[in-house]
């Protein structure tokens, strides 16, 4: 492969790589919760993950 098609493929990855993490936190952080709870541990969730893109920017 050429170095243009890495110029492409990486950022796309990296990108899918952390969507697939985020997803997997909020499922692991939804399970055994009630439901009355979920709607702060996703908004909790929401935060840490704002955070880390913050922190990247």
């Not at 110029?7 to 439901?35: D, H, K, R």
Request: aromatic share 2%.
């Amino acid at each position: 492969m050429d170095i243009t098609a890495w110029v492409a493929l990486v950022p796309v990855g990296a990108v899918l790589i952390a969507a697939i993490v985020a997803v997997v936190i909020v499922v692991v952080a939804v399970q055994g919760t009630p439901a009355r709870a979920r709607a702060e541990v996703l908004k909790a969730v929401a935060e840490v993950i704002r955070a880390v893109r913050g922190s990247r920017r």
